[in-house]
């Protein structure tokens, strides 16, 4: 699922299947007759006809299309796509209502579908699809940014710029939608100066599992707004976010595709500006592992950002000294930098993440894996029939510093107590299932040598991001026995049925608070 991070991967990396943008057809069929799914039925017979799309419609499969991982397009028996908060609302006290058909197992909720396969789709059931309730407003008198889950970040800062030439802290790759990322804590251009994006969300509008609405923020039900910074589905449909919002910028960004064989300076220039990261925290980079077509060898691409749009910036001086293929920097808006940093989608993937302490011998060691696993896939599956990717991302003790000074969040970074790098490594498969399931073992080998291997240097921390890993990975877990137990105490609260821990379908148990 890369690149969980960023980047043009669709101009630098062309083996990557490029798919046409599957702008999801939002012509909705009048749909009144009894479909035999007791989901769908129950929307139907709740005045939501109008909202289901149907195998039987031309809608359906650009629809399936839009999600971004190949191995997540399920089919389930209906999308239901809500258009307003109070759609939500009937919707779920709707579904409340069905239990028999496919058992409890028959709802998934997505909104910009770049999480992991299995987390956002369903086969067997009802999937609950955000994507038409993408607006965005500003209250200026505020300074607070009201944003629905269904958009993308490219559109909000677009749409932003150009009714209040204001920003918020959001995702970099500008596919990636509003909800799963601000429900996941969000690693953004501004969190150096911002913290996670969840630290800047001041109110959350929220469906419970009842269908009630409520409001979230630091006054009105603040342990739910608290459990939202970072925890997930497991409280509610959030259909609006209040963002902390600031003037927009233009950034300075820019992608350099480093020569081959740069590696070893690239992990000692990550070092270094992972431990300078306090004097500069405006400064952001991204280095990108990827094997070539063919498996001839390895890319490495860094991308620079100042978000204050300073060319002159020096915090990049050394990267900058390694020969490259080719380079860019120049000034643009938030917006245009998002646009133009959208991986494409449409292959199968499989990743996992790690955070480990700041070490330059782990480093290296995790870039002697991604070539063996490039050796033993070329193997065992083609080397035409896959990229092995890493993603090498500074993770300051800046960022928890600045999140804590913010009223913190579930992640639990702050326990982290140096410097640390934020890791992720996977395969994206152009082939068949059979070949996703090789480079998954595969994959999850590698993981687990370098989980080894940072325990062996002392360099281990526990933290696992939840929008980086793969489903097996025990990520709510792995935010502190504290927010766990606060986490299950909320959705206690709020969800006293476990709604959403039983009759969300498909996902793995770390990514609810109370599993079986
Ligand atoms: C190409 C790419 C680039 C990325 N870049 C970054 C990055 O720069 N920084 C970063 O931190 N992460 C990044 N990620 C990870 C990303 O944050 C997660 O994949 C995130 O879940 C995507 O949000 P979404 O709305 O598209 O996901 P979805 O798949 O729609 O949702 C993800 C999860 O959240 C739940 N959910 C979604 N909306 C709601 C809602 N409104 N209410 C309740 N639950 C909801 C879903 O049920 C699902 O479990 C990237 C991922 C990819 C694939
Ligand atoms: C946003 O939602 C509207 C309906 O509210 C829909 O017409 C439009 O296509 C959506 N945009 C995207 C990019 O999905
Ligand atoms: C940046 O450097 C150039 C010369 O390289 C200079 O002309 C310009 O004034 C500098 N800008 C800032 C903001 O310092
Ligand atoms: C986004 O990028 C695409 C491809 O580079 C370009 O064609 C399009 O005009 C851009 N959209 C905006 C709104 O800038
Ligand atoms: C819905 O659930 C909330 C949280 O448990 C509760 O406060 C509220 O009273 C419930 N509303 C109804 C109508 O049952």
Same mark, same amino acid.
């Given at each position: 699922m890369m690149f969980s991070s960023v980047g043009n991967f669709r101009a630098l990396v062309p083996? /990557?299947?490029?798919?046409?943008?599957?702008?999801?057809?939002?012509?909705?069929d009048a749909q009144h007759e009894a479909t035999g799914f007791p989901p769908c039925d129950i929307l139907i017979a709740a005045g939501?006809?109008?909202r289901l799309v149907l195998? %039987?419609?031309?809608?359906y499969e650009p629809r399936v299309a839009s999600w971004w991982s190949a191995n997540a397009r399920f089919r389930p028996w209906c999308f239901f796509l809500p258009t307003t908060t109070y759609e939500v609302s009937v919707a779920i006290a709707a579904l409340?209502?069905?239990?028999?058909g496919a058992g409890d197992w028959h709802i998934a909720v997505r909104s910009?579908?770049?999480? /992991?396969?299995?987390?956002?789709?369903?086969?067997k059931g009802v999937t609950i699809d955000?994507?038409?309730?993408?607006g965005s407003w500003y209250d200026a008198e505020r300074q607070v940014a009201s944003v629905q889950p269904g958009g993308r970040w490219k559109d909000v800062y677009a749409n932003l710029l150009d009714i209040a030439q204001v920003t918020v802290t959001?995702?970099?790759?500008?596919?990636?939608?509003v909800g799963g990322f601000l429900l996941g804590g969000g690693v953004s251009y501004h969190t150096g100066t911002n913290? /996670?994006?969840?630290? %800047?969300? %001041?109110?959350y509008e929220v469906v419970l599992a009842n269908g009630t609405i409520v409001q979230a923020n630091g006054n009105k039900n603040s342990d739910l707004w608290k459990a939202l910074k970072g925890g997930g589905l497991n409280f509610g449909i959030v259909t609006r976010f209040d963002l902390e919002a600031q003037p927009a910028v233009d950034l300075a960004y820019g992608q350099n595709v480093l020569i081959p064989g740069s590696s070893d300076e690239v992990i000692d220039t990550v070092v270094e500006f992972t431990d300078r990261s306090q004097g500069q925290p405006h400064d952001h980079l991204i280095t990108m592992y990827a094997s070539t077509p063919g498996n001839k060898g390895v890319s490495v691409i860094a991308i620079r950002v100042n978000t204050q749009g300073d060319?002159?910036?020096?915090? /990049?001086d050394r990267l900058n000294k390694i020969p490259t293929v080719s380079s860019t920097w120049a000034k643009m808006s938030l917006a245009d930098a998002a646009n133009a940093s959208q991986a494409a989608g449409g292959t199968r993937n499989t990743q996992s993440t790690l955070t480990f302490l700041n070490s330059p011998k782990v480093l290296r060691y995790s870039a002697v894996l991604l070539e063996q696993l490039m050796v033993s896939l070329s193997e065992k599956i083609?080397?035409?029939n896959f990229a092995a990717q890493m993603v090498l991302q500074p993770f300051p003790k800046l960022y928890s510093d600045v999140s804590q000074s913010k009223?913190?969040?579930?992640?639990?970074?702050?326990?982290?107590?140096s410097n640390a790098i934020l890791w992720v490594g996977g395969v994206a498969v152009f082939s068949d299932d059979a070949a996703l399931a090789i480079a998954q073992a595969e994959s999850g080998a590698m993981t687990e040598k370098l989980k080894a291997f940072i325990a062996k240097e002392g360099a281990t921390t526990d933290f696992i991001y939840m929008n980086y890993a793969?489903?097996?990975?025990?990520f709510l877990g792995s935010y502190g026995s504290e927010n766990l137990l606060f986490m299950k105490q909320v959705a206690n609260h709020y969800d006293p049925k476990g709604w959403w821990q039983y009759r969300v379908g498909a996902r793995s148990a770390s990514i609810r608070v109370t599993p079986h």
């Open positions: 083996f /990557f299947l490029v798919l046409l943008p599957c702008l999801a057809q939002n012509s909705i939501l006809g109008d195998a %039987t419609s031309d809608a409340d209502k069905t239990g028999s910009g579908g770049h999480g /992991f396969p299995g987390s956002n789709n369903i086969a955000l994507g038409n309730m993408n959001g995702g970099r790759d500008g596919g990636v939608g913290g /996670f994006a969840c630290n %800047t969300v %001041t109110n060319l002159n910036e020096t915090a /990049f083609g080397a035409e009223g913190g969040n579930m992640l639990g970074v702050e326990r982290i107590e793969d489903p097996s990975q025990d």
